[in-house]
């Protein structure tokens, strides 16, 4: 409530207090001093009417009755005038200019005893009768009293004045001297001690009241230890509470602020994007405890070859970010960078492991690639990917060439996962060939993309982009439905031929991946050794452990195994042993260099250690009569390609098939 609410509300309340005093009290002070007036002139005039009735007989006691009667007058100042008379006679009077009086404005006292007010409100005369024996004769005489009105009006009056002064003024300016005690003392304090809450900058004067000073200082304490709290809190949410870095807020800040101050016609600053390679793997391998001990080492490392003009930060799980303002050359700027690599590179050793932790690092360049935080993280991030792409370990910078690239595969994202919905995906067969009898011994299922208008898409394509985004898994799901589909059909028509279908690593990855196999052969009713399942050899490295008893799980299944681009990637005959595959594939960049000796060499090795290690062995992507007649030399006998036939469509395979179906003896 305002001062002037509670001013107002006081003086209403003052004055409900002058009218309570009218009504109940003001009345009552008119009665009770009327009848104050009424006693000391009843007291007289009983008084005198007894000392003058014995007198008055006798005329020879006119003057004493006159000595009482002046007596009277002198003492009571509320009698004006004495009369005794006799009927309508006046024998006595203290006024020579008495006259006979109306009896109308008598008043007897024994009536005036029940009302004196009217003796004065009504200005009436007090008389009492008195009887005397005169002679034999009792005769009755009136002894009057008037009253003096004016003396009664003013001490009235007074008595009021008074009343007015004590109960009604003086409690008013009593009032209003504790209502400016309040303002000043008070309120006025309080008012700058809120204003203090929204001002803590500001110093307030003392205040003469011991506890407004208390609760300032304890405000001033308050506010002190909450301007701490705030710049704590302040560097807490800016700073990463695992390696002590800078965070992505703190990150974003800084760049809004090199972006204000920087000349945008002069090379501003490099923002270089951090990200470590297959660092899930170790978290995996080693633990998330271990992992994160990692990336301290790893912030330590990276702070240790910052330069001084550069900002370090945190912003994910094992991303980093520096920004390097006012690089004097592209080629200092990657002498850093590879010096950054290498550093992660050693950080095994100072962790007490043996795992190499390498980072692929996306550059862009303020202004040239962007003008504000988000489109420079966008870019560096996709330069990151590309880095990766390329191999990991090394760093590449942005460019709108790779920019328009990466947009076209976000486009072709989208588009090819509404192909699914809008079924544009088609399996082609190729089949596969044993080079001695020239029949098909089986076939490979191969994913096309034929859209509305006939264009076809490349599974180069579309393919790794399924891989990177993780839409393989539903891809490569209805790759196993269309091809186990396709079998139940052939289980009549082309009951002996075996189909290999394509899984990823990804896919086989999966939980519940062997459930949803046999769920499949329920459903179809296909007997798995008509079914071969080609792998890859990134399932090698990716989770061996978990990949190997998914092996094992397919294996008890009934399925076959083929290990696919054989050579390609991270091949060894201690994964070989490990891992119960039936057949080898030989990729084709090693058909295509079997004309040299090194080529030869590696592809003779592969087929004489697949027949060591009891495995069947197809060579793919043969296109030439010279690479059938040397795979056959070499005792590799089934191969697939081009020399024999390309993926066909359902119809043209089937035809193919019914042409070059082995014999039946």
Known sequence: MSLFRFSVLILLLLASYGIVIEIFYYAKLKVQFSELAYEHIEKDLLELSEAVAPLIADDRNAPEIYQQMDWVTFTNRFVDDIVIASQNKILYSSNINSAVTDSIQHLDISEANFQPQKLFEQKRILVNKIEILQGREVQTLSVGFTPNYQAYEYLLAQRIKTFFIYLIILPFIGVLIFIEILRRYIIKPLNQLVDYAFNPCQVLPASPITELNSIYLAMKKAFAGLEDDKRLLYQKVRTDSLTGLCNRLALKEHITELVNVSDPKKRGFSLLFLDFDDFKYINDSLGHDKGDHILCCAAKALQSHSPSNSFLARVGGDEFVMLVADCESKMRLEKLMQALINALLNLGNCCHNSFAVSCSIGVCCYPENGKNYVELMQKADIAMYEAKRLGKGRYYFYSPQLNERVQKNIELDHSMRQALQNQEFVLYYQPKIDLKTKTVVGAEALIRWIKPNGEVISPADFIPIAELNGFIVQLGEWVLEAAFTQLQLWSKRLPDCVLSINVSARQLAEPGFCDYLKSLLAKYQLDPKKIDLEVTEYLFFDHSVDNLKTVNAIKSMGFSISLDDFGTGFSSLSYLKKFHVDQIKIDKSFI??????????????????????????????????????????????????????????????????????????
């Open 592 to 665: 295509d260099d079997f004309d040299s000796e090194s080529g030869a060499i590696f592809i003779e090795t592969i087929v004489k250690m697949s027949e060591s290690l009891k495995k069947q062995i197809i060579a793919e992507g043969v296109e030439t009569a010279s690479q059938a007649e040397y795979l056959q030399s070499v005792g590799c006998i089934n191969v697939q390609g081009f020399l024999f036939s390309k993926p066909l469509p359902l119809a043209e395979f089937e035809r193919y098939y019914q042409k070059h179906k082995p014999a039946v003896f």
